[in-house]
């Protein structure tokens, strides 16, 4: 077979492969708690909160969609015209047009002016997070955090930039095959080293101070037998009045972070509940789970990336031979910004069933559905969430299921136990 027969059928292999993954290991049979419950959730919560919640959604809305369009139409100029693999050409100009500095500052300066001309939409946001009181940032500290995020973007791009150019380079014919194998690597790699190289930079962590917290919470996870590294406080105070946990990391980097905002507004009770949730991530293996499916994805990318490199309308707007060689950055950015519309939703319906079960798993860890539902009005209020959003947009957006149904599942779990 060719090298297109093979990448085709490796692609059907690997979508076929991540297909088996989100079977198996997604749960899809639970389904919302009950409408009534959720209502009745609803008119617990304070109204005049709910009504701040909603008032910044609303706020937030243009801005998201706004950005969303112009990243959207910029990847689309700079992609299915010319412009693009001018501005490659220039990047590399200076080092004689050599495929090297034309893949690394191309691609970079692809990159940045999209940075560039959204970052005023991100001046927005971040206003309306400062006017409503979510953020306790100055704007220093938040273009600093801005500049930190593109540091660390520049690094990573770099990696992936070079990496695939010189596949391409040297294998013109087959440079799918080692796209598709160092973009699964690549995957895999973030999910162990995120947490201890990445994380950092933008919070600090300290250990939890040994005392009855500390104690309960790695009590909580050795009676659930997931094994954790350590349990951390990360000063998230300096930047947001949010509240949340998360368990981080694969195997020897997993562990427990809470932020120290939840240890300031929340009781013991709904510490642990917030907690036992993110253990029943651990539990379950969610973040194998989205690791396998994100490696299998960016394979399959790779794969159809390089069978749509022979589509000679689409290289022939953009002015480049192959969408394997470096003036091709933006078209492919341009590909990956159209195909990541239609994926944003798979993700999010994936990650909202995910969600579901690791609260049903806090619920029968903690046995507190009292506590559980209590913590999710708070997280929903402290946070500013719309706790019963538009249904169009939660399909869409959506990552966790609404607070309104957190909440009533946490009721029809303590009707099943009585």
Known sequence: MSSRQWA??????LVAGAAVVAVLRVPWAAPPAPRADQLAALDTLPADAVAKGRAFHDALRPGSYLSMGVGLMIALLLGLTPAGSWLVEQAGRPFNGHWLARALLGGLVIVLIGEVLTLPLGVWRQSILRRYGLSTQDWTAWTVDVLKGYAVGAVIGAVVLVGFY???HFSPRWWWVWGAAGAAALTVLLSFVFPVLVEPVFNKFTPMPEGEQRTRLLALAERDGVPVRDVLIADASRRTRAVNAYVSGLGPTRRIVVYDTLLEKAPPAEVEAVVAHELGHAKDGDVLTGTLLGALGAAAAVCALFLLGSWAGLLRVARVDSIGEPRAIALLLAVVAVAGLFAGP??????????????????RLTGDPAGFEAMQGRLSLVNLGDPDPNAVEQFLFGSHPTAVQRMAAARAYARGRR
């Open 346 to 363: 798979a993700q999010a319906l994936v990650s909202r069933r995910i969600e579901a079960r690791a609260d049903e798993h806090a619920l």
């Open 166 to 168: 010189t596949v391409t």
């Open 8 to 13: 085709a059928v490796t692609l059907v292999v």
